[in-house]
DNA sequence: CTCCCGATAT
DNA sequence: ATATCAGGAG
């Protein structure tokens, strides 16, 4: 994909009006994180379900530090992986509080030194709540991406880097929910809705494949 | 690379 | 019945 394509796409994608169905529910950037923690591997709704019991008995970093890992587990244990996500939610509390005066740091490095929190959950924390212009691939982008041609890095990391470059700096910060959300609701993982796509004449995987029709 | 691991969509 | 879901640690 050429520079000029991928500035159509983006342009196309700042044009279309989506209608998420369901997004991540929090109220602070220490919300935002433990949210996408709990996200790994599971649906929003599945992590709203659970938050808002969770955050009105640990409000902060501070108590949320001092509950048992147990207590938290009970609280999270309709998510999947929710032994260790309760480690680490525990984990980066207490990092929150000894290291970083109980506030949620504002640079990867710092971000990816707390536990469970790798460079894709950093990156959304960025882009999210401080404002960055920071692309995390996770695995909506990483097959969107992928699809269309804008990059066939072997892993999302790498990719996270390929589309920084690749991606014009004014699209930068909102790529990211572009791409989350076309993925989402249009490129699928399964059964993709190519008849309601808006850029299958950009896209590779359109132009070779069997989801021409609905 | 494997393990973690419940809910939901298809 | 199985593929997938705002991944990260060991």
Redesign the pocket.
Known sequence: MNRTQITELFEIFESVRSNPRS??VYHNSFELLC???L????????VN?VTPVLFARAPDPQTMARMETAAIEEII????????KAG?LKGLSEKLVSDFGGEVPQSENEL?S?????????R?VLN?AFGRPTI?V???IF?VADRIGLSHAKT?NQMSDVLAKRIPERFLKNA??HL?LH??YVC????PKCHECPVTHLCAFFKKSKYVTK
């Open positions: 997004e991540l949210a996408v923690v996200s790994a591997q599971a649906t929003d709704a599945s379900k244990s309709s998510i999947g992986l929710y032994r260790a680490y990816v707390l536990p469970g929190v790798g460079l894709k959950t950093a959304v999210v995390a996770d695995t909506h097959r999302p990211h929910h989350i993925g989402r699928r993982a399964q059964r």
